[in-house]
Structures are given as structure tokens and as C-alpha cells.
């Protein structure tokens, strides 16, 4: 199964719980709270292509956890200096003041997180050493 793409049954309560999001043109924009749908699904309520989507940054809050990823749940350079730009916008949105931040997520490990990168604290983004 090609998680990009594909939502099996038992995602659909992990969806539900999380607060997710996509960066597309430069903006963020938030999946309907409480949605079961994918980053993908949603994607294509947008007329965004597969092409397209694998190359937009994507991720969600979930237990003080902030996740970005694109593609197949990968991170590189651009993906977190992109990433970091949008941090206090959707810290904002989420009216949330601390938070841990991650890329990437090992689909093949239970969708673990991979990268921690730091803490977001009272408007500061403090790297991990």
C-alpha cells in the first residue's frame, strides 16, 4: 500500500485526531477539524496533482508535536527551511505557545517519527543541539 495515496480504515481515527495541514502557495492552509480525510484526499478536493502533491509540504499537530514531511514522509534542507518560515503562523492558528518539531515520519516503523529538529517556546524555535 502507498500511504501517499492510500487510507486504509484504521488511519481514518488517526486523521480524525489530528490537526492537519498543507503548505501551498506559500500559505498554510488546515484541514477541517475532526476530518478522516488524508492530506491527499484533501489535495484532490483542490484539483492538485499527484506530481504537485509530492512536492508540497504537509504535516499536522498531534500531542504537542508538530510534523512536517512531504512526498513518501520525507524531509531534506528545503522542506525544513521552508518549514520553519510557517511555524509561528500555524502556532498561531493552533494557539498553541510550546511544541516539539519533527520531519519525517518511517512508514515501515509504525509511521515513527524520524527527525526531531527542537522546541517551539513562547514564540522561539530552539534547535536541538
Do not use: W
Request: proline content about 2%.
Amino acid at each position: 500500500m502507498d500511504y501517499r495515496y492510500e487510507t486504509n480504515d484504521n488511519a481514518r481515527d488517526f486523521h480524525k485526531s489530528r490537526m492537519a495541514f498543507i503548505i501551498f502557495d506559500n500559505c498554510v492552509e488546515f484541514l477541517p477539524h475532526g476530518s478522516s480525510m488524508s492530506h491527499f484526499e484533501y489535495c484532490q478536493t483542490k484539483n492538485i496533482s499527484k506530481s504537485e502533491f509530492n512536492n508540497i509540504i504537509r504535516g499536522y499537530y498531534l500531542n504537542d508535536n508538530l510534523v512536517f514531511y512531504k512526498d513518501n514522509f520525507i524531509y531534506d534542507d528545503a522542506l525544513i527551511i521552508e518549514s520553519l518560515i510557517h511555524i509561528k503562523t500555524i502556532a498561531k492558528v493552533l494557539n498553541k505557545r510550546k511544541f516539539n518539531i519533527y520531519f519525517g515520519e518511517l512508514p515501515q516503523e509504525n509511521f515513527k517519527l524520524d527527525f526531531f529538529y527542537g522546541k517551539f517556546d513562547n514564540g522561539k524555535i530552539i534547535k536541538n543541539i
